[in-house]
C-alpha cells in the first residue's frame, strides 16, 4: 500500500486544517488507519486512528475534542480535520496503515506502511 499524505500549511493559532491520506496501489478494506505527528527535536507520537470500516476511532488525549478521524471507504481515503489548533500541535503529520493494528494502537512500530509526511505549522 502506498500512502500520500496532504493538507498541511501554516495556520494561526485557534485556526483549522484537513490532512487527506490517499492510498494507491491497494484498497484500504480492513486496514486500521492511523495519524502520527512529529514534532521538531520529539518523537514520533500516535494522534489519532480509526477501524475498519470506520466504526472505532480513537485519539490521545491532547486532540480529543479538536480533532476528528474519518474515512471515506469508496474513495479510499482517511481524513484528519484539526480544530482549534494551537502551536504544539506544530509538526508533520504521517499516516500509516496496518491490517493487524486495532484503532486502539498507539505504538509506530505496529503500522507497516507509511505515508511520506506533510508539515503543519500553527502559530501563535
Known amino acids: 500500500v502506498q500512502l500520500q499524505a496532504s493538507g498541511g500549511g501554516l495556520v494561526q493559532a485557534g485556526g483549522s486544517l484537513r490532512l487527506s491520506c490517499a492510498a494507491s496501489?491497494?484498497?484500504?478494506?480492513?486496514?486500521?488507519v492511523g495519524w502520527f505527528r512529529q514534532a521538531p527535536g520529539k518523537e514520533r507520537e500516535f494522534v489519532a486512528a480509526?477501524?475498519?470500516?470506520?466504526?472505532?476511532?480513537y485519539y490521545t488525549d491532547s486532540v480529543k475534542g479538536r480533532f476528528t478521524i474519518s474515512r471515506d471507504n469508496a474513495k479510499n481515503t482517511v481524513d484528519l480535520r484539526m480544530n482549534s489548533l494551537k502551536p504544539e500541535d506544530t509538526a508533520v503529520y504521517y499516516c500509516?496503515?496496518?491490517?493487524?493494528?486495532?484503532?486502539?494502537?498507539?505504538?509506530?512500530?505496529?503500522?507497516?506502511?507509511w505515508g511520506q509526511g506533510t508539515l503543519v505549522t500553527v502559530s501563535s
Open positions: 500509516a496503515a496496518d491490517r493487524s493494528s486495532a484503532p486502539s494502537t498507539t505504538s509506530e512500530y505496529e503500522y507497516r506502511y
Open positions: 480509526i477501524s475498519w470500516p470506520g466504526r472505532t476511532t
Open positions: 496501489g491497494r484498497t484500504l478494506s480492513f486496514y486500521t
